[in-house]
């Protein structure tokens, strides 16, 4: 979020800048910011955070590691996770090739998902990692 001097200025740079390109295929978008109508900050806040966790489903043996170090490798995270059985490991990435702070694991069992499944909310170099079932892909 960006505030503006006055509202003449906001307005101005909502003109400019709106649909300007600033990479192959990327857009800004600015607009001007609008509370929902009858909703304190707190309530809208909760209403963003408050999402439905992803249900287990037996024999899928996939989790989603979240909030990862973006400098971190696929040694490293393999390494975290020694003595789990890992049958695949694909790390998030744009289309560049750079890590997105976020990878998929597939187990081998699922005690091995529910030991990994226990990690969630512990830190990695400062980060607060985010361990959940990953979403089986729609057929």
């Given at each position: 979020f960006?505030?503006?001097?006055?509202?003449?200025?906001?307005?101005?740079?909502?003109?400019?800048?709106?649909?300007?390109?600033?990479?192959?295929?990327r857009?800004?978008?600015?607009?001007?910011y609008?509370?929902g109508?009858?909703q304190?900050?707190?309530?809208?806040?909760?209403?963003?955070?408050?999402?439905?966790?992803?249900?287990?489903?037996?024999?899928y043996?996939?989790v989603?590691?979240?909030?990862?170090?973006?400098?971190y490798?696929?040694?490293?995270?393999?390494?975290?996770?020694?003595g789990?059985?890992?049958k695949?490991?694909r790390?998030g990435?744009?289309?560049?090739?750079?890590f997105?702070?976020?990878a998929?694991?597939?187990?081998a069992?699922?005690?091995?998902?529910d030991?990994?499944?226990?990690l969630?909310?512990?830190?990695l170099?400062?980060?607060?990692?985010?361990?959940?079932?990953?979403?089986?892909?729609k057929?």
């Open positions: 960006i505030t503006m001097d006055s509202a003449r200025s906001a307005k101005k740079a909502i003109l400019e800048a709106d649909g300007t390109a600033f990479s192959e295929g857009y800004l978008v600015v607009k001007k609008a509370r109508e009858g304190d900050r707190d309530q809208q806040q909760q209403q963003q955070h408050a999402r439905e966790p992803v249900q287990r489903i037996r024999g043996r996939r989603y590691v979240g909030n990862l170090p973006w400098t490798t696929e040694e490293q995270l393999r390494a975290d996770f020694d789990y059985g890992i695949f490991l790390m990435t744009d289309a560049e090739g750079n997105r702070g976020f998929h694991i597939h187990f069992t699922e005690e091995d998902v030991r990994a499944l226990e969630n909310g512990e830190y170099e400062g980060r607060q990692i985010k361990i959940s079932c990953a979403v089986p892909p057929k």
